[in-house]
C-alpha cells in the first residue's frame, strides 16, 4: 500500500490538477448511456424471469422480516400517538425533525440537519451522484456494486472501475484506485460491506482511502447497507460520514432491519452545502418519504437492538444449516470464509460462470439464487463463478431440502473442475 498521501487540501479543492489519465487496463465507460436504454437491469430481469416460477426464494439480502402489528407493538407512547393520529399529507423534504434526530445519533458529532431521508438507499445514491457530478467530470466506482448504482454515476459523466480482487480475501488496491484519478474525478463510490462479496474495508486501506480522498478534494461516498449484518459488528469502522469531512453515509432498513418494504433510506454528510444540492435532485424524484414511513422508521430504529438482534439469529442458524448442507456436496462448491449474515457466496466448481448453475436450481429444484454474473460490469472484468445465497429467511430448511436432494439426483462430481 502506498504511503498516505499529504491531509492538506489543495486551493482547487473540488478538481484535482495536474493528473495523468488512467493506464489502459483500467476501464472506463463514457457518459451516454441513460439507465436501462440499451441495457437491461440484470439482477432484476433474472428476478422477473424466475420469481413467480420457484417455491424457495433464497435470492434476497434483507434480513428476515415481520408484520406491522408486530411493529407498531414495539412504538414507545410518543410513536403511538403519532401514528393514531397520522395525516396523509406530503411530509417533510429532508424527513420528519425526529426521524432525523434519531438516525443522526448513529453518527459521531452529526446533527439532524446533516442527514436528508430519501425513498430507500437507491434514490439516496441517485440524488448524491446528481448533486455532485456533471457531464464533463468523472468518477471511480469500485467494484462489483449494485447496478442502479453504477448507473446513477454512468449516466452523468465517465467513470473508471476498480474491482476487489481476492487474495485470501477481498480487498481494495488503494494502489490502482490513486492511479485512476484525473483532473476530473469528483467522486469514489464505494460499498462496503460489499455485495456480493460480503468484504468489509480494512481499517489502513480506509485510512489511506480517506487520505487520497482528501488531499484531491475528492468526495467519497459509501452505501452502508449492510452494516448491520456483518459477522462482527464491533470490528466495524465508523461510518464514512463520521470519518471525513466530505464522506457520504448511505444507509437505510432495508437490509439489517428486514424492514425493505418501509422504503425508508438516508444520506448522512457533514456539508450541509451538499445536502441543499441533494434537495434538489431528490425533488424530482419522490420529494419525500410517505408520511406512514416515517412513523414506522422510527419505531423500528427506537427499537433496532432487538429487531437486529433477532435478525442476526435467524441468519447465524441458517448460515450453519448452508454450510453443512454443501459441505456435503463439497465435490461441488468450494466453501468460502463467511463474512457476513445477509449472504453467503460459495465458488461452484461446475463452471467459471455460474449462471447456468443458478438457472438449473431456479427452473428444475424451484430455488432462487442468485449468480455473480448479475454483477457484471463494462468498467472492469469481475468474478462469475459464485453464487448469493441469502440468510434471511424463516424458512431455510425446506429450501436446503430441496437444494440437496436436486444436487444428489441431478448433478454429478464429474461435472466438477478442480480450479
Known sequence: MPAAPPTTTPASHNRPTGLARPPADQPVHRKGRPPGATEAFALGSFLARWSSVTVHDLSASESATMTLPTL??????????????????????????????EIATRYRALDPDNIVCCAGAQEAITCVAGAILDPGDHAIVVLPIYQPSEWAVTSVCAATGIALRHRGRWRLDIDRLAAAIRRETRLVLINFPNSPTGAQIDPD?????IALCRHYGLWLANDEVYRMTTLDPTLDPLPIAALYERGISVNSLSKGHG?????????????????????????????????????????????????VARNRGI????????????????QIFELTQPNNLAFYAPRTRLAADAADLATRLAGAAGVLVLPWTLWR???????TDRLRIGLGTPAMAPALAALDDYLVRHVTPAEAHPW
Open 72 to 101: 407498531l407493538a414495539m412504538a414507545q407512547p410518543d410513536d403511538a400517538a403519532r401514528w393514531a393520529a397520522l395525516g396523509l399529507d406530503y411530509s417533510h423534504p429532508r424527513g420528519a425533525s425526529w426521524l432525523r434526530a
Open 205 to 209: 486501506s480506509l485510512a489511506a482511502l
Open 259 to 307: 424492514l425493505a418494504g418501509l422504503r425508508t433510506g438516508w444520506i448522512a454528510c457533514q456539508d450541509r452545502v451538499l445536502l441543499a444540492k441533494v434537495l434538489l435532485a431528490k425533488s424530482g424524484l419522490s420529494s419525500c418519504v410517505a408520511a406512514p414511513n416515517e412513523v414506522l422508521a422510527h419505531i423500528a430504529l427506537r427499537a433496532e437492538a432487538p429487531i
Open 315 to 330: 441468519a447465524q442458524a441458517n448460515l450453519d444449516l448452508l454450510q453443512a448442507c454443501l459441505t456435503r456436496h463439497s
Open 377 to 383: 460490469s463494462p468498467l472492469a472484468e469481475l468474478a
